[in-house]
């Protein structure tokens, strides 16, 4: 099995980016972010009073004899840095009924990301939070697991409604986790999780994906329903919808705020745009284009 | 029958009823849903939209805004339930006072007046007024007749019937004498506006009206006693009978000024002899018959505006003797040839017979009221004083001997007029009603509409509920 072609685009348009950790990571294995560790790099950091306990065989000799005090070479670690994505695939995801796009979108960017992320010899994971039950990539470094995250993928279609939240336990606290979805479902929990992690020295990155019809909604709506919730009913006149564009508008702003208030990296993702560019510019760290 | 006093009014409720309709046409439906994750960012309201479908909406509401509206344009319509009216009716007043001179005349005359009539009252009248259930008068009173007195129970039977009736006639049976005709009969004639008619009959021998003939004038001049009438007259009168002229000749200049001095001028042709004819003949007079070989003759038709009337008949209907006024006095055709030969002349009955033609004109035509007078009354435009002179005729709808002197007035208009004098004051009552009925439905109306927006807001209150408990 292999990768379908219409991920082509996006896998060519990240092809020879890395994507580094935003701090320091605490893995032991060698991989290519920064590690908290210092150790027996070949790259040279600096150099350090030899103190007792050290160990003798970082001792560089040859300043010792030139110098006649003991320095202790320090190079800096590097290690990998699990990478793994949490994939909303409730209802509201699934929109535009046509060519839901914002579907599309979370796929093409966590195939993206994740691309990236094994290419760099990290881990990658996901898991795919739909109604019917949540879908588990275990993290791995072998070069299929793309291949399994896309059929994983490929086999969810989004319906229904069910908290992302508690799947967070099956994410290790350190990992970078990279959350697709449009947070509507369960904004507040999602984020305070997303906090403690973030608190424990965790990577966040959050990627709200948002349809153009949902920011300005076409005139023949007359009767706005929540796929999610149908009790959820609004009359859209002329009126109400200058009133939805100011609230939700309000809504994205609050959320922006708060994400990036609780350690998370929060961009807006519009879900008609092409992922690959989307997908370098979260590697890259460029900001936000809107 | 409902009648509608402003019926532009209730026109104007209807039009009101079909804008209401035409609104509850445009009905707030539920629109068809869109999917939209974020419709939880837009304000909650009711959830319905205008639509475009001919579908009524809130039955209940439209049902009672309909029924204010119409109800209101009825109550301002002032609607009245009259009955409907249908027919024709006639009030008789039938006069049996001292100048009437048969009673069964004037019964039989309002017999024959009644065909075609759907409700007929009759009212006997001689000095007091009694409302009849038929035509049974009875005797004669001795007494001076009233007919102010009838005529106001006529016309109270006649406001009575023109509730119900299309036409209504008043018909007054009388001799129309000057005694019986009181003051108070234009008064009466100009409260009833429906019509009048008088048909008059045969009056009774005024005694005061005898006194008034010439004394200086012979008597009498009859035929010759060679002549069997001249024999039998000789034999039927007596010597208390009017003064008469009876003629075997064509009337001349002097049998003219004879009648219109006060005389009876009896104008009696000799005509072909009677002894020929084989099957005998029945001849009337007023109250007398009598049966022999008579003859008959052309009676001479009556010239000018004079109206002749009947007095004597033969069996089968056809005139044998009339009368016409002149004058003071009155001109008599008699068109019966007496046989020569026998006794029939000479016998009881036909001297009876013939003592008809000699009595008084009019046969009592003194003292009545004067027939243009009677005429103007009836059309309810006489207002002059009574005049003596009378004139008398054949009527084509009494019985012989009967004269009507009526008006002519439409009695359909009146009747309608008389009906709306005395309008239902239910009518009030019903418009009263009404209004009583549209200011509750106005507070179920209130209610209602307090009632669905009440329940559109829970509704709405209800969802958002839901959706925050979820």
């Known amino acids: 099995m292999s990768i379908p072609r219409e991920y082509g685009p996006t896998l060519d348009a990240v092809r020879g980016l890395t994507w580094p950790a935003r701090r320091r990571v605490s893995g032991v294995h060698t991989g290519s972010h920064l590690s908290r560790l210092r150790g027996r790099a070949p790259e040279l950091s600096e150099y350090r009073l030899y103190r007792q306990g050290d160990d003798p065989r970082q001792l560089d000799w040859k300043l010792l004899a030139r110098s006649d005090r003991a320095f202790t070479r320090l190079s800096d670690d590097r290690a990998v840095h699990p990478t793994w994505f949490l994939v909303d695939a409730s209802a509201s995801m699934a929109f535009p009924s046509a060519s839901q796009a914002k579907w599309w979108m979370a796929r093409a960017l966590a195939t993206a990301l994740a691309s990236i992320a094994q290419r760099a010899g990290d881990p990658v994971g996901a898991i795919i939070v739909a109604s019917g039950g949540t879908a588990h990539v275990r993290a791995r470094t072998r070069a299929d697991v793309l291949v399994e995250l896309v059929s994983a993928l490929g086999s969810v279609v989004p319906a229904g409604g069910a908290d992302a939240a508690p799947s967070l336990v099956l994410v290790p606290e350190r990992a970078r986790l990279v959350i697709l979805s449009d947070l509507l479902r369960d904004e507040g929990a999602l984020r305070h999780a997303a906090a403690a992690r973030t608190s424990a020295g965790g990577d966040v990155h959050v990627l709200h994906i948002v349809s153009r019809e949902e920011l300005e909604p076409p005139a023949s709506i007359a009767l706005a329903v929540d796929p999610e919730d149908p009790t959820v009913e609004r009359p859209f006149d002329a009126a109400a919808r200058a009133a939805y564009v100011a609230r939700f508008a309000e809504w994205r702003e609050t959320t922006a705020r708060a994400w990036r208030l609780a350690g998370a990296t929060y961009r807006q993702v519009q879900a008609e745009d092409d992922p690959g560019l989307v997908a370098r510019a979260v590697a890259t760290g460029a900001r936000e284009g809107r | ?470």
């Open chain 2, 1 to 470: 029958m409902l009648t509608l006093a402003a019926p532009w009014a209730l026109a104007a409720g209807a039009v009101a009823s079909a804008v209401v309709l035409g609104l509850h046409l445009l009905a707030w439906r539920r629109p068809a849903p869109t999917p939209l994750p974020t419709a939880r960012f837009a304000p909650p309201s009711a959830v319905r939209a205008v639509s475009r479908d001919l579908r009524l909406s809130d039955r209940l509401l439209l049902l009672v805004r309909v029924a204010v509206l119409l109800l209101a344009g009825l109550a301002l319509a002032r609607p009245a339930w009259t009955p409907v009216r249908s027919g024709t009716a006639r009030v008789f007043v039938l006069d049996a006072s001292r100048r009437v001179a048969r009673v069964g005349d004037v019964a039989d005359s309002a017999r024959m007046l009644s065909a075609g009539a759907a409700t007929t009252a009759w009212v006997r009248v001689d000095s007091v007024a009694r409302l009849l259930s038929d035509t049974t008068l009875g005797p004669r009173a001795a007494v001076r007749g009233a007919l102010g007195a009838g005529l106001v129970a006529a016309v109270r039977e006649a406001v009575r019937l023109a509730r119900v009736h299309d036409t209504v006639e008043v018909v007054i049976v009388s001799p129309l004498a000057t005694e019986s005709w009181d003051a108070s009969m234009d008064a009466v004639r100009a409260q009833w506006g429906g019509a009048v008619r008088a048909i008059r009959v045969a009056a009774a021998v005024d005694s005061s009206a005898a006194t008034r003939v010439d004394g200086s004038r012979p008597p009498r001049e009859l035929p010759l006693a060679g002549d069997p009438l001249g024999a039998a007259l000789a034999l039927a009168l007596d010597s208390t009978a009017a003064s008469l002229r009876v003629t075997r000749l064509p009337l001349t200049a002097a049998d003219s000024a004879w009648a219109r001095e006060g005389g009876v001028v009896v104008s009696w042709p000799r005509t072909a002899r009677s002894d020929s004819v084989a099957a005998p003949q029945a001849l009337v007079a007023g109250d007398r018959a009598v049966i022999g070989r008579f003859a008959r003759a052309p009676i001479p038709l009556a010239t000018g505006r004079t109206i002749a009337r009947t007095i004597a008949r033969w069996g089968d209907g056809t005139p044998a003797a009339h009368e016409v006024a002149l004058g003071a006095g009155c001109l008599r055709s008699v068109a019966v040839g007496v046989p020569s030969v026998g006794d029939e002349v000479l016998r009881p009955s036909f001297l009876a017979l013939i003592r008809q033609f000699a009595t008084p004109c009019g046969g009592g035509s003194a003292g009545v009221m004067d027939t243009a007078r009677v005429a103007a009354w009836a059309r309810g435009t006489g207002t002059g004083a009574a005049a003596g002179v009378t004139s008398q005729g054949e009527s084509a709808t009494a019985r012989p001997g009967a004269a009507p002197v009526d008006g002519g007035q439409s009695g359909a208009a009146t009747a309608a007029a008389i009906t709306t004098a005395t309008a239902d004051p239910s009518s009030h009552d019903a418009e009263r009603w009404l209004l009583v009925g549209v200011a509750l439905l106005l507070a179920v109306e209130w209610w209602l509409r307090r009632r669905v927006a009440q329940l559109e807001v829970e509704r709405a209150d209800a969802t958002q509920a839901t959706r925050e408990a979820a």
